[in-house]
């Protein structure tokens, strides 16, 4: 028997992703036939009442599975729900008689998801480990945040580690469940062309952006306590970064691949706080208009103090103090009510040593492979050819490898890879605790300086790219972010 219960069943996560991406495992036959769902928290409810708020959210965030009405019936029948205070521990004995027969079974497994405030991660592990219900093949799921900063994630690691092995946790951030980060390891290290290219010696700079159109909609008060380095940086940009700069691993396994990506984080060069104010920009969005429709300011959201100083925004210029990557920029970016949403690794090559087409040309925008995680995604390799006709007129011209039309596989939606992942047990795409703190420990020099700075935090029009101190960061080094680059 698999059993898989969702503590905080009844959240506003557990509605828009963990439902219906298990939903979605069940309609394309990824569960195992004897599985049962057990939803936990705890308002008192009735497996009834549970079963009817995950058809809810099944219809309201599970369209694309496509599922019949006998196969909700299927799915409702393995679904039951567990009242849990997870500081009641008198609570998990129920939860301990519905699992039933785990452990004396030899192919029983349960996998905890918890996706709960990082408040109660302890004190749910501690009471599940009291009852037995983590021995064997158990493993838990911990959402993010984990920790606030360096000294608080390592505590948080250190009482899990109390409970679980290490090779029980699974930290998830969603962006290493999307396809085309694991895309990534495919293109870099099943190619042969890209790997000689990948290094200082070719690379002018790595821009990684991603940026949301929305702003703070319910989770004002989670947001403001949180900020973007925190919410945003610390966790998906650095993940990308250590994907993209990592050495080939030796093979393919979860403790090879992290083995890489923990050496890049930790060599990613530590700011003074004289570097953090050149190296850094933070903004907050004032009102403006995205896509056309006037939007509110941060100060104005729900849940925001009218005075936070909070950032919605981040620039970074970031370094890698190894032999790969020394001297070339990484360009990081993320923000709130931006202009477009997207989310983007470009890979600028250094510009050609002498352009034997004349000055007509103008200055030539050197190559560029462009991988795109969304809205949709893509690799695209910027070549420069010649345009049809008379002469000799350069333009850019791309190299598209277009997934869909490539390949007729389901896609599969990040929490439904994750939640699959560590079903099955496989920890590669999910972050390991020297990963998380090294992670931690780029960031918290960022933090401190900021902390005592008043100065700093820069404004932008909602819709817009962020504050123009963003753009002066790559403006003084003579490049720009992708959208502002103008090819004269
Ligand atoms: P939420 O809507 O506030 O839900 C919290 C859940 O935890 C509810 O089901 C709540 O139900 C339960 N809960 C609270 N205290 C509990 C306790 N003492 N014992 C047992 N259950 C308890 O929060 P959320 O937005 O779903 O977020 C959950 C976690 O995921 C947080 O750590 C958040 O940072 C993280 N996260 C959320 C998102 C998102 O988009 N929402 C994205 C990434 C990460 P009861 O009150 O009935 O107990």
């Known amino acids: 028997m698999t059993t898989f219960v969702l503590f905080g069943g009844t959240g506003d996560l557990a509605k828009r992703k963990i439902i219906p991406a298990l939903y979605s495992a069940f309609v394309n036959g990824r569960l195992a036939t004897d599985f049962q769902f057990i939803g936990a928290a705890r308002e008192a409810l009735s497996d009834e009442v549970f079963r009817a708020r995950v058809t809810n959210a099944i219809e309201t965030y599970a369209k694309l599975a496509n599922g019949t009405p006998e196969q909700l019936a299927a799915f409702l029948a393995l679904t039951s729900y567990s009242k849990i205070d997870a500081r009641a521990p008198a609570d ?89 980060v694991q895309n990534l390891l495919a293109l870099r290290f099943a190619n042969s062309f890209l790997e000689p290219l990948w290094n200082r010696k070719w690379i002018q700079d790595v821009q990684i952006s991603i940026a949301e159109q929305v702003g703070v909609e319910t989770r004002g008060d989670f947001y403001d306590k949180t900020g973007a380095l925190r919410d945003m940086v610390q966790n ?53 208009a995205v896509d056309g429709k006037p939007v509110i300011s941060y100060q104005n959201e729900a849940g925001v103090p009218p005075s936070s100083r909070a950032e919605t925004f981040v620039a970074i210029r970031a370094e890698i103090d190894n032999w790969r990557w020394g001297g070339v920029p990484f360009y990081l970016r993320t923000g709130k009510r931006m202009a477009s949403r997207c989310a983007e690794i470009t890979i600028n090559f250094k510009p050609i040593p002498y352009s034997i087409f004349g000055k007509g040309q103008g ?63 496989d920890l590669t795409l999910f972050v390991r605790d020297d990963e998380l703190g090294a992670a931690w420990e780029w960031i918290d020099p960022i933090m401190h300086a900021w902390e005592n700075d008043s100065e700093g935090l820069k404004s932008y029009i909602a819709g817009s790219w962020g504050p123009a101190a963003a753009s002066y960061l790559l403006a003084q080094h003579g490049t720009a972010w992708g959208e502002e680059y103008v090819e004269s």
């Open 92 to 180: 998990f004995d129920a939860l301990k008689s519905r699992i039933g027969t785990i452990g004396n079974e030899s192919n029983a497994s349960s996998l905890f998801y918890l996706a709960v405030g990082p408040d109660i991660f302890i004190p749910v592990v501690e009471q599940l480990s009291k009852h037995g219900l983590v021995e064997g093949n158990a493993r838990v799921v911990v959402e993010k945040p984990l920790g606030r900063d360096a000294k608080s994630a390592k505590e948080i690691n250190q009482a899990l580690r109390s409970y679980l092995r290490e090779n029980q946790i699974y930290r998830i951030d969603h962006y290493l469940g999307k396809e085309m």
């Open 236 to 288: 998906h940009l650095l993940q990308l970064v250590s994907i993209v700069a990592m050495e080939p691993p030796v093979n393919a396994n979860p403790d090879a691949i992290r083995d890489e990506k923990v050496k890049v984080l930790r060599a990613l060069h530590k700011f003074t706080p004289d570097e953090v104010s050149k190296k850094t920009v933070r903004g907050q969005y004032r009102a403006g």
């Open 363 to 425: 200055p030539l925008r050197s190559n560029r492979l462009v991988i795109t995680l969304q809205p949709e995604e893509s690799v695209q390799l910027f070549m420069k050819a010649k345009e049809p006709g008379e002469g000799i007129r350069l333009s850019d011209v791309a190299l598209n490898l277009d997934f869909a039309e490539a390949s007729s596989s389901r896609r599969v939606e990040s929490y439904e890879r994750l939640l699959l992942d560590a079903l099955h047990g």
